[in-house]
């Protein structure tokens, strides 16, 4: 053991100093360049890694250019008679300088692997940059950060080259480990050598087995509180919604020119929940992003109650924290580093007294069945019970507008019906306006009085649920409303029209819109009879089935027998029950089109 043990201190000194100062310079700059997006990213980018890819000795040289005598920091630190060469500052600095790429590439995946729904969700509660920073952004990233600080003070504490240039060797000041072990080598002091050596790893790995201990217990802690899993009741009534205005209102006309399509929509809607309806794609889920602030649309207005959101002629853009919109996003966006009645508590409106707060929140909780799990964390709960804890949170903003974005996607059947019900009877109460965005026409249908069906970035019907199903305007509209037997439409007379691809001529009852190209009927209202002399009634026979458990789906050709699986005209859907009383039928069996069920169309 050497006499002299300064090397430890001075080494420690400089590796505390350093890592002190990366852990705060690495964080802003990682957290700042994580959302720049001005010119000379790669080139900053590059800067802030220099050193982890540069020899340290030109490190060194380039740090002794810039602190020297003669250099720029070197000559404004002279009138007051102050130099960091051949100092412990020297070996400071050099130690910050090459352990900083460390700490901010680090830092800046712990930032980039928060689930941006997260922070997005937040602004639209109202929470502005500093809040999302110090309550989300930071938390969910201090496990990789506290990696990264790790990681910089072992690479601090072995800095060699670059110190070398900068503080020199000199013993008692500025000698630390790295340079007492090259030169007790030099000098075949083997010993010394090998325990300073020792000393440096097991001062560096003491750090970083230190944080992975750590980081194990939280988790293990995680896994111990994994609590129970239900979906509940349906709640109580809310009364947490007076801000709401009286008369509620949503306009939108806005453009948005993305890469796949062109999105172009206008519509207004008041306080029924209006329904998006649309396969993926349609840009839906757009349209909703654009309200709530979280994307700009390239053109447009919209305005809530009397309130200009965003008007691009105006240059009117408000910010997601002032929209006032409660937004529930398909995986609920729950904070994992909050409790339940934490994630309900950041909703409710800036400034409110802690115990009417709590208050609101215990409310809450009652209304949506979460009762005596406030303390849980979201990783705690079911899919339903996360899903009402997002909806609470929403809630609890006292917003103007519900933005609910497929809602019920990530649930199964059995709990999608349960809070599907639920959702309807607190709609019910809510007096804001409500968008839902679902391609699940059934859902859209249950839940939404009024629809408005999506299609690549256009509005192709806007009307009731009622309106928009007995009479789409259109074949895609018919399509994805599931309707399922088309044929193109000649028309002879305002009372009869040719189908060609169900080989049939057909009565029509219904006015006669203009431009008929199509002709239609669901597969449900398709009627098996026994009466070949009925209206609209034809010889058909049976060439495939297809089963659910509840229906059949039966393939039929009109006219004909079939030639094989896939020589059939119309699908016909009947309950199991219908089925057992025709399947041993005799063919031709005879299918009735009730000319007050057929659907006339366009093609556009």
Known sequence: MPLDLSPLWISLKTSVFATFITFFLGIAAAYWMLGYRGKGKSLIEGLFVAPLILPPTVVGFLLLL????????????????????????????????????????????????????????????????????????????????????????????????????????IPGQTQTIPMAIYFAVEAGATDEAWFWSLAIMIVSLSGIIGVNFWQEQRERRGESKRGSRGAGEQGRDISLLSAVPAEVKLFVDIEKRLPSFNLKVAFNTDEQPLGLLGGSGAGKSMILRCIAGIETPTRGRIVLNGRVLFDSEKGINLPSRDRHMGFLVQNYALFPNMTVAQNIAFGLPKGIADGKGRSQVEELLIAMQLQGLGDRYPHQLSGGQQQRVALARALASQPEALLLDEPFSALDTHLRSQLEQQMSATLAQYPGVTLFVTHNMEEAYRVCPNLLVMEHGRAVHHGSKYDIFEHPATVSVAQITGCKNFSSAIVHSPQQIEAPDWGCQLQIMAEMPQEVTHVGIRAHHLIFTKDSHQTNTFPCWLARTSETPHRMTLFLKLNSPANDLQDYHIQAEVFKEKWVNIKDQPFPWYVHLDPLRLILMNSH
């Not at 999302?132 to 003070?153: D, K, N, V």
């Open 66 to 169: 810039f602190f020297g005598k003669n250099g720029p920091m070197g000559q404004l630190m002279q009138p007051f008679d102050i130099s960091i060469v051949f100092t412990w500052y020297g070996a400071a600095i050099a130690a910050t300088v090459v352990s900083f790429p460390l700490m901010y590439k680090t830092a800046l995946g712990a930032f980039e692997q928060i689930d941006g729904n997260l922070l997005q969700v937040a602004r639209t509660l109202g929470a502005n940059e500093a809040t999302i920073f110090w309550r989300i952004s930071l938390p969910l990233a201090f496990p990789g950060i506290l990696a990264g600080t790790s990681l910089a003070f072992a690479r601090a504490l072995g800095e060699f080259g670059a110190t070398l240039m900068l503080a020199g060797n």
